[in-house]
């Protein structure tokens, strides 16, 4: 009786399905967006590239480059504005207290008290009104500069004597002053110009 081996069934190998991705999702070259006239894609889609840090850099540097221009630029002449009119500011602020403190103090000996008082309130009100944080506050300065309405005397640009005369702070206390001063008998030119220079000088 003969036998008969059967040979085990091959089968033809099976076609592997396509490739499948995620919903919404198809592969991209990572160096498309950067030669292609289409938007770049959005924040949502990561960029591998360092494109947007680089960029930061370069405005950094820019912004940082044009700081240091700008004030080596204007610094010296801001400067120079800055302390003149500061100057002029404490020159006559210094003038108008030291005019009210002379007034009071003359009615240290032998004056009438009440006068004497009055005037001593006087002075402590100007010290007062007359700080820094006072007359270079907000509503009369800004970032650019003064605020408040200034009509040049001479036409043109305002000068430095106008930013001060019409400063309203010191404009109040000069009329306040000069007030005290009359009331007193006292002459202006005793305070400043050749008659007080010649009575210093003098005396």
Request: charged content about 25%; hydrophobic content about 35%.
């Amino acid at each position: 009786m003969s036998q008969y081996h059967t040979s085990p069934k091959i089968t033809p190998p099976s076609t592997p399905p396509p490739p499948t991705f995620p919903t919404n999702t198809a592969p991209t070259n990572a160096f498309a967006d950067i030669f292609s006239d289409s938007p770049p894609t959005s924040p949502s889609r990561a960029d591998p590239s360092d494109i947007p840090r680089l960029r930061s850099i370069q405005i950094t540097a820019g912004y940082r480059e044009g700081v240091a221009a700008s004030k080596s630029r204007f610094i010296q002449a801001g400067f120079d504005e800055g302390y003149s009119l500061g100057a002029r500011f404490g020159l006559r602020i210094g003038r108008l207290l030291g005019v009210l403190e002379g007034l009071w103090s003359a009615y240290d000996k032998g004056g009438c008290m009440e006068e004497r008082e009055r005037l001593g309130g006087l002075v402590r009100e100007a010290m007062e009104e007359l700080k820094v944080e006072k007359v270079f506050g907000r509503g009369l300065w800004g970032a650019a500069g003064w605020e408040y309405k200034i009509v040049p005397k001479g036409g043109g640009e305002a000068t430095v004597h106008d930013v001060v005369d019409q400063h309203p702070v010191i404009a109040q206390w000069e009329i306040r002053v000069r007030k005290e001063w009359k009331s007193a008998g006292i002459r202006r030119g005793r305070f400043e110009g050749a008659e007080w220079e010649k009575g210093r000088v003098e005396g």
